[in-house]
Structures are given as C-alpha cells and as structure tokens.
C-alpha cells in the first residue's frame, strides 16, 4: 500500500490541525493522480518500459514519438532497451523492468513465461503474439561480385560467410533453422565448419561486420538489407527461391497488463501508422492492407517455410541448439 492510499486518521489520532490538513492534500494529491493515470497498479501508469531485440530499433525511434502524439500516447514516457534477443530475455527474468518484450524468437518469450513474468496466454493478448514478419535472405556487396544466387553458392570454395553467434542472437537461429530447412543437416554442418569465419553476438553487430569489408556474404533479415539501404550503405539483396519466413514477437509481461499506457503502446504498434513503419524499414507487416501496400516491395519465395511447419519451436530448438544434443551445438563444438 502506497502512502498515499492509506486509510485517513481518526479524529482521535490527530495532534494538530496541521497534521489533519497535510492528510486532506494527501488524499487530494492521490485522487487527482488516479484520474489522470494513477499508477501501475491501478492500471494507469504513464510510463512505459520496452526491452527488445537489436534489429528494430530503427522502427521505435518513429513509432515511440507517433504514438506519444496520438491521445493514448500523450505524456507517456517510453525507456528502451535493445541488445542481443538472448541477452535481453535473460535480463528480464533476472530483474530488468519490462512492461513489453519484442525478441526475435519466441523461446525468448517462453523463459519468461516460464519464469511468471509474462502470461500463458501472451500471444491472445497481443493479436496472436507476432508484430511483424521477415524472411531469412543473403546480402552481399553492391554488384554481387562473387554471384551468390541461392544457398548452394555459400559452400563454394573461398566464400566466407558472416551470421551471428546462436548463444546470444536469436537471428543466428532463424539462419541456421533456414539452411536447415532448405538443404539439411550435412549443409548447415559444411556452412559452419568450412565457411563461417566470425559470429558476432546479435544481427545487428553482424551486419556491422559485413559492412566493415569482413566476409563475401551476410545471412541475415531480408529487413537489415532494406534498413542498411535507408541509412545508405551499398550492398544488395538475395531471397533465396527456399527460405524461412521469422516471426517476431511481442508480448505484454504481467506489469504491462496492469498498465493503461504499455497496453495503449502495444495496440498502437498494431495499427495501419505503426505498420507503415514497420514495412518502410523492411519488415513484412502483419496488418493485411499494410501488407497489400507493400506488396511490391517483398516478393513471395517460391518456397517459404514457417517454424509450424517444421514442428514448432520446442521441437525445432531441441534438434538444432539443445546444448548437448542439438545439431548446431555438436557442430560448434567440434569447430
């Protein structure tokens, strides 16, 4: 109980009227705080915290300042905070204030939901738990000089190849599960082993290296392509004819549910503004007429395989990255 919600003295505990009128304020003070906002546990709280993955921190410098001109967004304070996926999951559930998490990966939500930080049912609260979509593409310097087509390109002789680290970045992941999907586990096993030379510990780091002049091509987000060219740097981008489409999700923790203003942010991140946003950085946008808009900005792969399809991501984590026995993991062992 706050100090201002306490019960008011009895006329028998009061010593002086001067002690009488600062408890009147008090409760003054308390009241009007409440019609304006009031606190988190009141569900009005007028500050928000979000802690999310590395990529799309392009996206909430404009969505952050939209929303706060809109009437739910008005006198909202929103903290960020964006890192490696792993890396920030693991922060929350060791204490790092979240009101709203957006990882790359959705075990990265499970830890929390495991750990009593965010609702089982996260993903009904949050309009099915994903807030935009990429796809797993190669990016390779402007012109294309080493004529990388497709997947089979990156195992040819003298190609190195630049992806993030699976320990913190939840990218690697959908890199990894993608040339798994498309070409098997003696591919992913030649991909690591003869051709990735350096695993930087988030997509947005390895993109920094690949632009640095390090490595032939980057696996990456189809959006870090689009998002490098916006802030112009020259390469360009390939979409494997096979590819892997990533869901990115979003979910309330259970202090964001009990606050007004987390979930006025998280409905705002929903709508047609906010998903403009999303698909001028390069993320394929989960509104539908958005998504039409933009239709011509991200081609369809001829063949695109989604987590579901390939058994869920328990499943898909356990083959490839459980720590003793995951495919990935044996592999990085050996190297």
């Not at 009061?14 to 009147?24: G, P």
């Not at 499970?110 to 738990?129: Q, S």
């Not at 007004?260 to 942010?265: H, K, N, P, S």
């Not at 989604?306 to 991501?313: A, K, P, R, Y």
Request: with cysteine; aromatic share 6%.
């Amino acid at each position: 109980m706050t100090e201002d919600s306490r019960p008011l003295p009895t006329r028998r505990a009061v010593r002086s009227a001067r002690a009488l009128s600062a408890t009147l304020a008090a409760v003054l003070l308390a009241t009007l705080a409440a019609a304006c906002g009031g606190s988190a546990t009141t569900g009005g709280s007028r500050s928000v915290s979000l802690v999310g993955f590395s990529t799309p921190q392009v996206v909430y410098d404009e969505v952050i300042p939209a929303f706060q001109r809109t009437k739910g967004g008005k006198d909202v304070r929103v903290s960020t905070s964006f890192g490696p996926s792993g890396e920030q999951s693991r922060a929350v559930a060791g204490g790092l204030k979240a009101d709203i998490v957006n990882f790359s990966i959705e075990p990265d939500v499970t830890r929390l939901v495991d750990a009593g930080i965010v609702p089982k049912d996260w993903k009904r609260r949050a309009r099915g738990g994903f807030v935009a979509h990429s796809v797993v593409a190669l990016i390779v310097r402007p012109g294309n000089p080493r004529r990388i087509r497709g997947w089979d390109d990156l195992l040819r002789p003298g190609i190195q190849v630049v992806t993030p680290n699976t320990q913190t970045s939840g990218a690697a992941k959908w890199n990894l599960i993608a040339a798994y999907a498309a070409r098997g586990p003696r591919f992913v096993e030649r991909l690591l082993r003869e051709h990735v030379k350096v695993q930087p510990k988030s997509g947005r780091e390895a993109l920094q290296t690949f632009t640095s002049g390090v490595g032939d091509v980057l696996v990456s987000y189809e959006s870090e392509a689009i998002t490098a060219r916006r802030k112009g740097q020259r390469l360009d981008l390939v979409i494997p004819d096979e590819t892997l489409r990533i869901d990115l999700p979003i979910a309330l923790t259970k202090s964001g549910e009990r606050s007004t203003a987390a979930r006025a942010f998280l409905d705002y991140l929903f709508t047609a503004a906010a998903q403009r946003v999303w698909a001028e950085w390069g993320y394929r946008p989960q509104d539908p007429e958005v998504a039409r808009e933009f239709a011509e900005r991200f081609p369809a792969p001829r063949r695109l395989h989604t987590i579901s399809e390939l058994g869920g991501w328990r499943r898909v984590d356990a083959q490839l990255f459980d720590p003793e026995k995951g495919l990935v993991s044996r592999i990085e062992a050996r190297r």
